[in-house]
């Protein structure tokens, strides 16, 4: 009877302690205006680039719902705030460059495997991997260049 009370009492505290937390300020879920346009090789290559990337290295990120429960929220916007300075094909602002890229891609760094778990359609096959990397490398990727850009920056608000 002591061991349970003690279990209903941890469990309290965990599911207390997971709605307190939601009040605590995080990172804001923002999607900044697109100011560049990358110019893709073909409809194909800008689907999968979309497919795959766009939700991290972009300013046109589909927020998933637990985007929005915290603590998983802070790592979301985590991973999406580190992926724009990476590389943003909104405002063509980043340090990759297309070799970089198609080595990640090849290597299966790109997408991340976390990422993959919530978001199958980015887990391209090996054809659309092969078209990805031909799109890239006839594109005028540059992954440099653009604006300087304040618009990536992380602002404090809800988590």
Not at 24 to 31: E, S
Not at 54 to 66: A, G, K, Q
Request: charged share 20%; with cysteine; glycine share 8%.
């Amino acid at each position: 009877m002591k061991f349970r009370n003690i279990v209903f009492a941890v469990i309290g505290i965990i599911v207390v302690g997971l709605i307190l937390i939601q009040f605590v300020p995080g990172y804001a879920r923002t999607n900044p205006p697109v100011t560049y346009q990358m110019q893709w090789s073909s409809p194909e290559t800008e689907q999968l680039m979309r497919q795959a990337c766009y939700d991290c290295h972009s300013n046109e990120t589909r927020w998933p719902w637990y985007a929005s429960i915290a603590p998983v929220s802070w790592l979301v916007v985590r991973d999406v705030n580190e992926g724009r300075d990476a590389l943003n094909f909104s405002t063509g602002r980043g340090e990759l460059e297309a070799e970089d890229l198609i080595n990640e891609l090849r290597e299966g760094e790109m997408p991340p495997s976390i990422y993959l778990i919530t978001h199958g359609d980015a887990n391209l096959n090996a054809d659309q991997k092969t078209t990805l990397i031909a799109g890239i490398q006839t594109s005028s990727f540059t992954g440099a260049g653009g604006e300087s850009d304040e618009d990536n920056e992380t602002g404090e608000g809800d988590s």
